[in-house]
């Protein structure tokens, strides 16, 4: 463990500690820890060669003509980077499929980007988080 | 613990010592523990209306015709029984899904032998288990 | 499908349409569709009371003395929203829990804060989905 | 498609229609080809070096002291063949995982059988799958 001091103006420590309170932690020094690690996934994924893992959520209907095999295709030819899908059946119609994929960032945010632009997706959102292997 | 003694011919247990330590027990007790939980879970399956856990794998080829659309419909069919389902994406062409069903035992058995049934899947096989509640 | 016309200046369309150009999209109104949805299932977590979706990703080390344990715990607490917890061992030591929840927006965001907050996560991403159902 | 004829005694072939009706076959051709590639794939599954896939259920109560954390550790020193596990929270108390792996057979009965033997698992089972390349 470091220690150390910060200077942080009044007004923006009183927000600060009222969100993190909120939010469950227990001291400033655990928060901080989140915000570096979150700021070393973030630089993780702007150098697109750096492995990376990003999870993918999707909600559809599989009442629309031919989309549940298109999105099916699509995630085929990537099947190296996709390392599974888990598929909720969320009611008689709607589909969320999350995919979790591995591989270089660049990678991961194309076949997103491919995903989430097919046409009738209702939610097609990207998380991008990391192996851990680079974060203490 | 309740300690008691169980008279077993020669060749029979000997044959089961060289099985369960091939199978890593570290005990005879633990594998009679496991063999006698067994029986509880096969009785749970027995009674159709307990409420019992099924695991279904499906291995099948997406090229197929209407088959992953097909596949998916009749799941929605059952999204009530059906928890969650993780699709691997095992090469170009073959899938596997794994359906974690939940339920009386004698409707997972029904739902399972549809999709099993299903023309033109490669594999299907239905594990049985157990929610656990009544297994001590 | 209703037909209507919109003005934008040049700028921002230009720029605009070299994004979704770049992301996939076939045409300009599919990349609105999918803003207008958006901003719909963002609607639907600001109302905390409407049922939604969330997946989480939690990614640490399972070395980190009683983390697992502490995190299985904190998920059983919640496990009527929980629906299932896909796990990826990424390497030796580090794990990564997709954990797809359902229920009040509320209610996920506070089981969120929850696990994210816990002591060790190296990162912890809420991605706010959407049960489909009110979404055209 | 290949036609040929078989016989078989009309007792046997009564019994076997019955069945197959029951599990919802549309005909006798459709329910051979099951049977042919469920002896094929356990032909794989024979040959310890060819490449299966294996679903393990493993059921436990997360209450047992250190169950949690060995059942990961486990995992982790295999991570290799397990490509995802799905976790349920099944209620307040117990666990399903479902392990999906993937490699030589003789491996993942290897790890199957520890995992199984692991004293106070209530229940495991490993459902002998396939990667479907070899079955037609």
Do not use: P
């Not at 700021?39 to 909600?59: C, F, N, P, S, Y």
């Not at 979790?100 to 997103?112: P, Q, Y």
């Amino acid at each position: 463990m470091s220690r150390f001091g910060v200077s942080i103006e009044t007004d923006l420590l009183d927000q600060f500690d009222a969100l993190i309170q909120r939010k469950g932690y227990r001291s400033r020094s655990e928060a901080f820890r989140d915000l570096m690690r979150e700021q070393l996934v973030r630089e993780e994924w702007e150098d697109g060669d750096k492995t990376a893992v990003g999870i993918l959520g999707l909600v559809y209907s599989h009442d629309t003509r031919e989309l549940t095999k298109k999105l099916n295709r699509i995630q085929h030819r990537f099947f190296r980077n996709i390392i599974s899908t888990t598929h909720i059946h969320l009611d008689h119609h709607n589909c969320l499929e999350v995919i979790v994929m591995k591989g270089k960032s660049a990678d991961i945010t194309h076949i997103a980007d491919i995903l989430i632009s097919t046409r009738s997706v209702k939610d097609g959102k990207l998380l991008k988080t990391t192996t851990g292997a680079e974060i203490g």
